[in-house]
C-alpha cells in the first residue's frame, strides 16, 4: 500500500501537538498534545527548557504512533511549524544554551529594541519590513548573551522553533523565509539574508551562517534519523519537510490566500494578537507593523499585532483563581459590554514599552466587571489591527477567526461585533499542525490539485450581534480614542523604567 498518511507538528507559545491526516481524505486520524511549561522570570523573563521540548515532542510523536497502530508503516511525510522569533540559541555542541530557549513574549529586550527602533527604526523598515522588537532573536541574543557572544563562542547556531524540531528529527540546520522574514532578519526586496539587519543588533561576527540556508516551504531537508524514530516509534528515513511559521501555516490550512470574495483577514485569538492578510507588492510600503516576504515575488504578509491576546484572559484567570480562560469568558458575559465604565489596556506581555492596566476602576467594579473589560478589550484590539490593515490599502473584505480563543463563540461573535460584519472561524485549533502537515504533502509532490479542499480545516460563519451594532461600534471608537491617548503615558513609563 503506498503511504498515505501526513504528520504535522507544531509548537505554540504554550503546548506542542502533533496530528496525523490521511492524505486523501484529509480525515484526522491521530492527535496528540502537550503542553510546554514556561518559566517566568524576573524583568519580563519567559524561557521553556530543552528537556520539557524534548520530552513533549517525543511524547506527542510516540502517541500518534500509538493511536495509529499497524498503520504507523504508512507514515509519508512529517512537516513543522511553530511560533516565530524567540531565541533558540545552539552552541558548539549544537544544544540549547544554558539548556533553554527563549520565547517570543520575552520583555527583558524591551529597552534594547526602542533603544534599536530610535537609532535604526525607519532604515530597518525599509530593508526589512519591520523596527525592531523584543522578540526577535538577534536582539534577545544581545541582551541576554552579549553582543561578544559569537565570537567568544557561546553562541555557534540560531534557530527558529519549527527549525529546531527539524533539527532534532534530522539533524539538519535550515530555516525558510516566513520566519525569517518576520524577525525583521531578510531584506523585503531581493527575499535575502540582510546583513544590515545582523549589524544593527551588534552582535559582532552574526551573519546568514547562523541560521543555516534559507529552504522553501514543502522541500524536504532531511529524514528522521534512526535515534529519534526509536524514541518516537516512527519508522526511520521518513522524509521532514520544511514548513513556516505558525500563522502562515495556519493560513495554508484554511487556504486564506485563494479564497473568494477578494483579500481575507485572519485574526489569531493565541498567546499573541496576530492579525494579518497575504495581499500583492504594495510600494511605497505600509505603515504596518510588519512586512513579510514569505518567498513569494507577487506577494507579501502584513501584519499588525501585539504580544499578547488570550494572555491577558489566561492572566486574569490566575489572578481570580479561576480554573481556565473559559471561565473568565463565562464571567466576562454575567456583565453587559462596557463593564460599567471600566476599560482594560490589554497588554500583559508588554512589547514596545507598552503596559497592561486597568482605566475608570471604581469601589463598585466587581470581579465580573474585571473580567468583561479584559475581554472586551482582547477582542477590541483584534479589531482595531484588522482596521489598521484595512486602512492601509489592503481592502480587507472578509475575516476568519483561528488560534484556541476561535472555539468559544461568545469571543468570536464580539469580534465580529466591533468589525460590523460576519466572521468565519475555524474552531479546530489544530489549523498549524494541518498546514505542517499540508507542506509535508507538498514535498511529495501531492499538490493543490490532487488533494483539493480535502486536507483544509473547516470553517464555519458567526454573525454579530445586530441588536447592539450602535453600542459596539461606540465601545469601539471609545477604546481606540483609549489606545491613542495612553501612547504618551506608555512612552513616559518606559522611559523611566529602570
Known amino acids: 500500500m503506498k503511504p498515505n498518511i501526513l504528520i504535522g507538528i507544531d509548537m505554540g507559545s504554550s503546548s506542542l501537538k502533533a496530528l496525523a491526516l490521511e492524505a486523501g481524505s484529509g480525515r484526522s486520524i491521530a492527535l496528540s498534545r502537550m ?25 506527542v510523536l510516540r502517541d500518534v504512533a500509538h493511536q495509529l497502530g499497524e498503520r504507523v508503516a504508512e507514515v509519508r511525510a512529517i512537516g513543522c511549524t511553530g511560533h516565530g522569533a524567540g531565541l533558540y540559541a545552539l552552541d558548539v555542541r549544537n544544544e540549547l544554551v544554558g539548556g533553554r530557549a527563549v520565547a517570543s ?20 523598515f525599509a530593508d526589512v519590513g519591520c523596527r525592531p522588537w ?5 536582539v534577545i541574543a544581545a541582551e541576554l548573551l552579549g553582543i561578544d557572544a559569537v565570537q567568544r563562542g557561546a553562541v555557534h547556531r540560531l534557530l527558529f522553533a519549527k527549525d529546531y524540531l527539524g533539527f532534532l528529527l534530522t539533524g539538519e540546520i535550515a530555516t525558510d523565509a516566513s520566519d525569517a522574514s518576520t524577525a525583521g532578519l531578510v531584506s523585503i526586496a531581493t527575499g535575502t539574508w540582510s546583513q544590515a539587519a545582523f549589524d544593527a543588533s551588534g552582535i ?24 529519534e524514530a526509536a524514541l518516537c516509534s516512527l519508522p526511520a528515513g521518513i522524509p521532514v519537510a520544511m514548513g513556516a511559521i505558525d500563522l502562515l501555516a495556519s493560513m495554508t490550512a484554511i487556504c486564506a490566500e485563494r479564497r473568494e470574495g477578494g483579500v481575507r483577514a485572519v485574526s489569531v485569538f493565541g498567546t499573541w494578537c496576530v492579525n494579518a492578510v497575504i495581499g500583492p507588492v504594495i510600494e ?5 507593523a510588519a512586512v513579510v ?17 488570550m494572555a491577558n484572559i489566561a492572566w486574569l484567570a490566575g489572578v481570580l483563581g479561576l480554573p481556565d480562560s473559559r471561565a473568565v469568558v463565562d464571567l466576562a458575559m454575567s456583565v453587559p459590554l462596557g463593564a460599567g465604565g471600566l476599560r482594560f489596556l490589554p497588554f500583559v506581555n508588554g512589547g514596545g514599552g507598552v503596559t497592561a492596566g486597568f482605566v475608570g476602576l471604581k469601589s463598585h467594579h466587581t470581579r465580573g466587571d474585571m473580567a468583561r473589560a479584559v475581554v472586551d478589550a482582547v477582542a477590541a484590539l483584534h479589531a482595531r489591527h484588522t482596521a489598521r490593515l484595512a486602512a492601509c490599502g489592503l481592502h480587507v473584505s472578509a475575516s476568519t477567526v483561528l488560534g484556541g480563543g476561535a472555539s468559544d463563540t461568545r469571543l468570536v461573535r464580539l469580534l465580529a461585533s466591533f468589525l460590523g460584519h460576519p466572521v468565519e472561524r475555524c474552531a479546530d485549533d489544530e489549523t498549524g499542525a494541518r498546514g505542517a ?62
Open 35 to 59: 503542553p510546554l511549561p514556561h518559566d517566568r522570570l524576573p524583568g519580563g523573563g519567559c524561557e521553556v527548557s530543552a528537556t520539557a521540548i524534548r520530552a513533549a515532542l517525543t511524547r
Open 293 to 309: 516576504n514569505f518567498g513569494r515575488e507577487d506577494k507579501r504578509l502584513y501584519m499588525e499585532n501585539s504580544p499578547s491576546s
Open 105 to 124: 513574549t520575552d520583555q527583558r529586550a524591551d529597552a534594547r529594541a526602542r533603544s534599536l527602533s530610535l537609532g535604526h527604526g525607519e532604515a530597518l
Open 204 to 227: 559582532a561576527d552574526l551573519g546568514p551562517h547562523a541560521f543555516g540556508p534559507l529552504v522553501p516551504s514543502g522541500e524536504v531537508i532531511g529524514r528522521l534519523r534512526p535515534s
Open 134 to 138: 523584543p522578540g526577535q532573536p538577534t
Open 437 to 498: 502537515a499540508i507542506y509535508a504533502a507538498m514535498s511529495q509532490g501531492i499538490d493543490h490539485a490532487e488533494r483539493g479542499s480535502a486536507l483544509l480545516a473547516p470553517c464555519d460563519t458567526v454573525e454579530p450581534d445586530g441588536a447592539q451594532a450602535r453600542a459596539h461600534a461606540d465601545f469601539n471608537a471609545g477604546f481606540n480614542e483609549l489606545i491613542d491617548t495612553m501612547s504618551p503615558v506608555f512612552s513616559h513609563l518606559a522611559g523611566g523604567a529602570k
Open 284 to 288: 511605497p510600503k505600509p505603515d504596518v
